[in-house]
T-cell receptor, first 108, second 114 residues
Framework: DAKTTQPTSMDCAEGRAANLPCNHSTISGNEYVYWYRQIHSQGPQYIIHGLKNNETNEMASLIITEDRKSSTLILPHATLRDTAVYYCIVQTGNQFYFGTGTSLTVIP | SAVISQKPSRDICQRGTSLTIQCQVDSQVTMMFWYRQQPGQSLTLIATANQGSEATYESGFVIDKFPISRPNLTFSTLTVSNMSPEDSSIYLC???????????FGSGTRLTVV
């Protein structure tokens, strides 16, 4: 079962930062936090992942709290093409279990 | 990351028939996974397919309905048997090379049962 909870939906103005929160209070010490997104029912696309430290790549930044019980995905300058469902996932054993995700709508 | 090819990309099938979905990976991987995504829903893990052993099914999924083959380290098939309209979904395969790298997903097979 999914170990994460996310808001169902969010809006963000184009060009502004989109901050997507995720709670994972039962995460274990060696479990990674992953973020994926899915556009128009295509296959999920990898965005970023992290274990303890904050991470940044060309797509986004991932901020993980010190107690690791929550994280935030930051899209620094949202565009209309970032409209998608965003999934925060914590691995369970060898498996990924998807939660319900956050439907992000970027508004012109 | 791996490149995953799924076939067919979409199909419309008659109820009572079966469809086999193929998943080809361009690299050898130990673990492959099959997911189902029903209309408007999130992804649900069906089973884990490991080469050389039987697939491990998640609660609510059975081998008779979703038989899986894994003949080698780059290929797997999922069959949806005795289909009904409730099986209309997107079926996706995915692989992982290590949890430091995350999962890679195929583009999915969109199945409609009429």
């Amino acid at each position: 079962d999914a170990k994460t909870t996310q808001p169902t939906s969010m809006d963000c103005a184009e060009g502004r930062a989109a901050n997507l929160p995720c709670n994972h209070s039962t995460i274990s010490g060696n479990e990674y936090v992953y973020w994926y997104r899915q556009i128009h029912s295509q296959g999920p696309q990898y965005i970023i992942h992290g274990l303890k430290n904050n991470e940044t790549n060309e797509m986004a930044s991932l901020i993980i709290t010190e107690d690791r019980k929550s994280s935030t995905l930051i899209l620094p300058h949202a565009t209309l093409r970032d409209t998608a469902v965003y999934y925060c996932i914590v691995q369970t054993g060898n498996q990924f279990y998807f939660g319900t995700g956050t439907s992000l709508t970027v508004i012109p | 990351s791996a490149v995953i090819s799924q076939k067919p990309s979409r199909d419309i099938c008659q109820r009572g028939t079966s469809l086999t979905i193929q998943c080809q990976v361009d690299s050898q991987v130990t673990m492959m996974f099959w997911y189902r995504q029903q209309p408007g829903q999130s992804l649900t893990l069906i089973a884990t397919a490991n080469q050389g052993s039987e697939a491990t099914y998640e609660s609510g999924f059975v081998i008779d309905k979703f038989p899986i083959s894994r003949p080698n380290l780059t290929f797997s098939t999922l069959t949806v048997s005795n289909m009904s309209p409730e099986d209309s979904s997107i079926y996706l395969c995915s692989v992982v090379f290590g949890f430091a790298y995350g999962y890679t997903f195929g583009s999915g097979t969109r199945l409609t049962v009429v």
